[in-house]
């Protein structure tokens, strides 16, 4: 039984299927309306999100937060670009979603999706990988609603990154549903979604670590 399926199942032998209906459509249509407004209300400068029908303000990242999304960017970045593999964007990145809109700390796009971005686009595809580096007001929902949307829609790799424990967990997409393959502070980590991607846990934390591995990677 699909996913679908099983959550149809027990709407489908209810009573009161055709008021459950009208009132999801009702609700479905409020939504909609939500994220049109907020299309068109969100402007460069802000980080925002459009999460089940409610706009999400971020604030202001903490230090250790902000150098390993510069580490993981600059690494994964800096790779995606010298073998030509697609593009690498961060934070202010709005990924459009079925439902929800979001804005992770860095996404890889491989060749086939990159290749219709413009110099003006705003709203960019699902991404075939995205880092979250985890705050307390964020934890619940990278690992809630987002860690279930990034799997049922295609993001075929996904690390969350705790940038004070420096530990990096790396979920691989398998039939629909996100593997485990790492969660370590120490060790390789070897992508799945950038082709021939693989470096040292340890530059992802640590500055020296990082311009070592990058060197490496160029290499």
Same mark, same amino acid.
């Given at each position: ?12 032998? /209810? ?9 999801? /459509? ?15 209300? !969100? ?25 390993? =999304? ?13 073998? +030509? ?62 860690? +279930? ?6 993001? +075929? ?24 393959? !790492? ?27 990082? =311009? ?8």
């Amino acid at each position: 039984m699909s996913a679908f399926a099983e959550l149809l199942a027990p709407i489908q032998s /209810s009573p009161f299927l055709p008021e459950l209906v009208d009132e999801l /459509s009702n609700l479905l249509a409020l939504e909609r309306q939500r994220r049109g407004k907020f299309y068109e209300e !969100m402007t460069p400068e802000m980080k925002v999100e459009f999460i089940e029908g409610e706009v999400v303000l971020h604030s202001p990242a903490r230090n250790a937060h902000l150098d390993v =999304t510069y580490n993981i960017a600059t690494l994964v970045g800096s790779y995606v670009r010298a073998k +030509q593999l697609g593009e690498v964007k961060i934070e202010k990145c709005l990924c459009v979603f079925p439902r929800n809109d979001y804005e992770p700390d860095v996404v890889f796009f491989g060749k086939d999706k990159a290749a219709a971005f413009r110099q003006d686009t705003m709203k960019f595809p699902i991404p075939d990988l995205i880092v979250e580096v985890i705050s307390e007001c964020t934890e619940a929902r990278d690992r809630g609603v987002k860690f +279930q949307d990034y799997a049922a829609h295609g993001v +075929q790799e996904y690390w969350i990154v705790d940038a004070e424990q420096r530990v990096l967990e790396q979920h691989v997409l398998v039939a629909g549903c996100y593997d485990l393959k !790492m969660k370590s502070s120490s060790g390789t980590l070897i992508s799945v979604a950038v082709p021939g991607f693989r470096t040292p846990l340890e530059a992802v934390f640590d500055s020296k670590a990082n =311009t070592s591995a990058l060197r490496d990677l160029l290499e």
